[in-house]
């Protein structure tokens, strides 16, 4: 039974599907979408693929060459940058912006609202009259979140930073910085390639093993002395 389900998955079609996708898009756009998504928003970017039963509703602005994987909901108010991936499982809520080269690995939760309540509850509606309530998230540059983190709302993660699997973030992360734990807090300094940076006897200055970008830490922030092998 198992090899006959196979063998009709494989010869199942592939094209995208016409109902899917709102005419002005699909004309416009190189994207891919599995023919079991929904994807109702304007602007998807050239070379993006959306896989199985994803829904991006509408509102939505997601840039090119990104990867949206299987399972994923993509709320009304999301901006996500060029060559994102999302990988399956995330459901990702208004106020929520990611931007260029993010990762976000499977089952991340991401939150908009700091003191959440049923809109349809009596005493809490007139908050939920306005957009007030909400508490944008921001997921900058490069950011690497690991799979089953918690992200809270209203927190920034800067440009380059790490988040540990199944770290719950409370507050903004630092350029480059590698978080862990629960709640998350600091434990290293990451390249922008991705791999841990280790540092000299002065605890100021680390070079990359992997890229040779240089760094040194002033203030408590990381930043970049030389250029490695390729542009920041």
Known sequence: ????????????PRAPVDVAWPSTVREASGAYVHPTALVEAERIGTGTRVWAFTHVSSGVVIGDNCNIGSHCYVEAGVSIGDSVTVKNGNFIWAGVTIRDGAFVGPQVVFTNDLHPRSPRLAQASPRYSSDEWLSPTLVEEGVSIGGGAVILAGVTLNRFCMVAAGAVVTKSVPAHALVMGVPASMAGWVCSCGTRLKFEGDGKNASCEQCFREFESLGGELRQRGAGIQTL
């Not at 039974?1 to 199942?12: A, F, G, K, P, Q």
Request: glycine letters at 0%; zero cysteines; proline letters at 0%.
């Open 1 to 12: 039974m198992i090899r006959e389900i196979v063998e009709r998955e494989d010869v199942l």
